[in-house]
């Protein structure tokens, strides 16, 4: 079955910078659009980042543009997100997804597998 396995969050302070990575194991991953998700507490899912098969058409959410960066490397099934300037905003439980094709897509309900999060906490 599909796996997907986040790593690399932790506690930063604030302008502080971190790298997750999605491992993704059981899928065809250079046919599928990826997505990055956060959770913060007290509220709902919402959409980080996503990216196309190879790379391409990168979107993102609008208060991350210009400090956060999804990409990818097809040889090792992983997708990551560079995380730039942090704010204490920004934390949450940060949520790999891969979606059902290749079309990348801020909607959750574009995504059928999803990881497991990893914590990102933001100190001021």
């Known amino acids: 079955q599909v796996q997907l396995v986040e790593s690399g969050g932790g506690l930063v302070q604030a302008g502080g910078s971190l790298r997750l990575s999605c491992a993704a194991s059981g899928l065809t991953f250079s046919s599928r659009a990826m997505g990055w998700f956060r959770r913060a507490p007290g509220k709902d899912r919402e959409f980080v980042a996503t990216i196309a098969p190879y790379g391409g058409r990168p979107g993102y959410e609008e208060s991350v543009k210009g400090r956060f960066t999804i990409s990818r490397d097809n040889a090792k099934n992983t997708v990551y997100l560079q995380m730039n300037n942090l704010k204490p905003e920004d934390t949450a439980v940060y949520y790999c997804?891969?979606?059902?094709?290749?079309?990348?897509?801020?909607?959750?309900?574009?995504?059928?597998?999803w990881g497991q999060g990893t914590q990102v906490t933001v100190s001021s």
């Open positions: 997804a891969a979606a059902r094709g290749a079309w990348p897509a801020s909607a959750s309900s574009a995504y059928d597998s």
